[in-house]
């Protein structure tokens, strides 16, 4: 019997630094995690059966109900009690298959399960309630109770990660050169919506509609400037090799403030405010504003407790791509990709918070620059294959980015089949943007019908759902007739919203119960015929 020589113990904190003994070892364990340079660790055979436990057997784990965009974390994890642990662990993501994490929610898990990728924080929609749900059961993993099969382990192992071909990966992005932006809205507009052009000429990507471009923004370097101060820090002190303002600028996320940050603070303060730091840490939020506290509100609150540079860079999270519909198509315009932007912009207390990516393609960056970029393929959102089936599009506000891709791509190839827009925003004369595009395109017949609606034109607010059921006659039998229907834009309510007044057209119109509608609208999505592409 061969004995287990334990690893020896790693000790980055010296002994003569200011901590207790536990602080040494939480800070040991902390950064001795971050600075490793091990691939994963290979499943144990216990940890394999952990993966693949549950009621109904190896591999058999049923379908995923919780996939739903629209339900709460809290919901899909009910739904996913018993099941097996890779599937608690795609229960715990955003459900929306974005491809911001470099996966489906589903390959995700499966990596994450099966060893092969360790990072529990890529699940951007979800933010940090996805990550503290994946962090406990990936504890749960860990501690998997004995089990003696090893033919589980080889199923639930991952392949081995390849590198992914440049630009086509977030891990392996190419640099792209930053053509123009040109604002949609019109004065009057409460709204601030950019068309961007990307030239793609020198890093020779190229996308197919539906597709998403991801980008690697930088942080404004007026915040970042703030922070540093806060820190009581010097720009100039060196952390990883590079300036503290470089790595803050370039290199990691200043909001939210993840929990490894509060972990630190706690650690470096005391008595209440100790207290409160361990709180926030696990997920508690003993003022209320645990929701709205960034980086920088982190270290208001806390003021006065400086965490020294590079521990406070090592608590941060690292900075992540931001992914945009490609409003543009390759076949029409090859060389050349388009996006539409909403810059979020917003005051909470009397400080004003930026969108990163939005205000960094907005105002932060010059024609002739490049950029970090890579092309995201489409998970069951593109045009149908038949180019004579007609196609529904419903994108309101920057939900016609998509869209306004499918038609340029339509009318590049010659598609003869159908197509019907329905677009709406707030107010008609500042907010309807390519206006002239789409009037062109109805006017050489490619935009069959453009039905639209506008939520502040009137005293009472009309959305595209209600439009759509004011033409509900027209649509069903668009649908009857084979069209494939789209879905871009809000994942909370408006694609919620539109799916309900489907359900209700097919019930009127198509002589169906609620329920018979409701199996109609679910067929149309198992075939395909029914995309989404909403966030």
């Not at 929701?291 to 608590?315: C, I, N, T, W, Y």
């Amino acid at each position: 019997m061969n004995q287990m020589t334990p690893p020896p113990k790693t000790e980055i904190i010296p002994s003569s630094a200011p901590f207790s003994e536990a602080q040494r070892s939480w800070l040991n364990g902390f950064f001795a995690g971050l600075l490793s340079t091990d691939g994963p660790a290979p499943l144990s055979a216990e940890q394999g059966a952990a993966v693949l436990q549950g009621p109904l057997g190896d591999g058999g784990d049923g379908d995923a109900p919780w996939h739903n965009q629209t339900m709460p974390i809290a919901d899909r994890m009910k739904l996913a009690e018993g099941r097996p642990l890779r599937r608690r662990m795609m229960a715990a993501m955003a459900q929306q298959d974005c491809g911001q994490c470099g996966y489906n929610c589903h390959d995700y898990s499966d990596a994450i399960a099966g060893k092969s990728e360790t990072r529990l924080n890529l699940c951007v929609p979800g933010g940090k309630e996805t990550a503290r749900m994946l962090k406990a059961l990936n504890e749960e993993l860990e501690k998997a109770p004995p089990a003696s099969s090893t033919a589980v382990v080889a199923r639930a192992a991952a392949a081995p990660a390849t590198t992914a071909e440049v630009g086509r990966s977030r891990d392996n992005p190419a640099p792209a050169a930053f053509a123009s932006r040109r604002l949609l809205n019109k004065p009057g507009s409460e709204k601030e919506t950019w068309h961007i052009d990307f030239d793609l000429t020198g890093c020779g990507l190229d996308y197919v509609v539906g597709d998403s471009f991801g980008i690697f923004a930088r942080n404004d370097l007026g915040h970042v400037d703030q922070i540093i101060a806060l820190l009581g820090a010097s720009h100039t002190t060196e952390v990883r090799g590079k300036t503290l303002r470089e790595v803050l600028q370039d290199e990691v996320s200043l909001a939210p403030a993840p929990d490894s940050l509060f972990e630190l603070l706690s650690f470096i303060t005391g008595g209440a405010r100790r207290e409160k730091a361990r709180a926030l840490a696990q997920g508690d939020d003993p003022d209320g504003d645990a929701a709205v506290l960034d980086v920088m509100a982190a270290l208001q609150k806390f003021s006065g407790v400086r965490p020294h540079p590079e521990a406070f860079v090592e608590a941060l999270e690292p900075l992540q791509p931001r992914l945009y519909s490609i409003s543009s198509s390759h076949n029409a315009t090859p060389g050349k990709l388009s996006l539409t932007v909403d810059c979020v912009r917003y005051v909470i207390g009397k400080r004003k918070r930026l969108g990163l990516a939005s205000t960094f393609l907005a105002e932060r960056i010059n024609p002739g620059d490049e950029v970090k970029v890579y092309v995201q393929k489409a998970h069951g959102f593109a045009l149908p294959q038949d180019p004579k089936t007609p196609i529904i599009m419903i994108g309101p506000g920057t939900g016609i980015a998509p869209f306004r891709a499918f038609l340029h791509d339509r009318r590049a190839t010659g598609a003869v089949g159908k197509n019907w827009l329905f677009f709406g925003h707030q107010r008609s004369d500042c907010d309807f943007f390519y206006a002239d595009e789409l009037n062109a395109m109805k006017t050489s017949g490619l935009l069959t019908r453009l039905s639209l609606a506008w939520s502040r034109d009137g005293d009472k607010k009309f959305y595209v759902q209600d439009r759509m059921r004011e033409v509900g006659r027209e649509l069903w039998t668009w649908l009857a007739e084979g069209a494939n229907i789209y879905i871009c834009g809000d994942a909370t309510r408006m694609a919620k919203d539109v799916e309900r007044a489907l359900v209700d057209i097919v019930a009127q119109f198509g002589a169906r119960s609620t329920d018979e509608a409701v199996l109609f609208v679910a067929d149309l999505k198992k075939k395909g015929r029914f995309q989404q592409d909403v966030y």
